[in-house]
Each structure stands twice: as structure tokens, then as C-alpha cells.
């Protein structure tokens, strides 16, 4: 059974950091590409930041880059998303999504909310 479950989500505020985190099971992790998406209320999802099944690629989007990082590992077969510099407008539903390398395979988590306000 393919499982991610994301952990970590909770209350900041702005300015403040927080560090999700995805466990994966029931699939080859090391072919897969690993990436965080986010959906705020009323709005689409979005990709946040992404990682190569290599880790030799990492993409973010601007909105937060050099302030999040996406760290893998394989041997334990999780990927984190490490927020800095928490603003409002990164309140919203952080998936976890996993992408084969070779072809049209994914997998998506259940989500948990982060919620960034004074």
C-alpha cells in the first residue's frame, strides 16, 4: 500500500519557522521525484518546491525561495520542507507528492494546514 503522510502543520506566526515532514512507504522512493504543492482557501494548487529522485535538482518556487528548503533522505525514505521567514500568505494546505522518474505514476498525501497569522 503507498502511503505519504505528512506531519508537522500547525499555527506560527509571521517570521517564524516551521518544518513539515513526509513519510513514504510502499514504493521505490529513490525513483521518485519528491515535491511539497500548497493550496491556500479559494485558490489552485500550487508547486512550492521540488527534488529530483537523483537529489541533484532542486526547484523552488519564487514566492519562497530563500526561505524554504527541501532536504531528502533515502534511507529513510522521507522529504521535509523547512519554511523560514513564515508570511500570511503561506497559510494554506502543504501536500506531499511523489513523482516516477520513468513515466506517468504520482502519488499525493492528505495534507496538513499550516496557518500563518499574528
Known amino acids: 500500500q503507498v502511503l505519504l503522510v505528512e506531519s508537522g502543520g500547525g499555527s506560527v506566526q509571521p517570521g517564524r519557522s516551521l518544518r513539515l515532514s513526509c513519510a513514504a512507504s510502499?514504493?521505490?522512493?529513490?525513483?521518485?521525484?519528491m515535491s511539497w504543492y500548497r493550496q491556500a482557501p479559494g485558490k489552485e494548487r500550487e508547486v512550492v518546491a521540488q527534488i529530483t529522485s537523483t537529489g541533484g535538482g532542486v526547484f523552488y518556487a519564487s514566492s519562497v525561495r530563500g526561505r524554504f528548503t527541501i532536504p531528502k533522505d533515502d534511507g529513510e525514505k522521507t522529504v521535509d520542507l523547512q519554511m523560514s521567514s513564515l508570511k500570511p500568505e503561506g497559510t494554506a494546505v502543504y501536500y506531499c507528492?511523489?513523482?516516477?522518474?520513468?513515466?506517468?505514476?504520482?502519488?499525493w498525501g492528505r495534507g496538513t494546514q499550516v496557518t500563518v497569522s499574528s
Open positions: 510502499g514504493f521505490t522512493f529513490r525513483d521518485y521525484a
Open positions: 507528492n511523489a513523482e516516477w522518474r520513468f513515466g506517468d505514476r504520482a502519488y
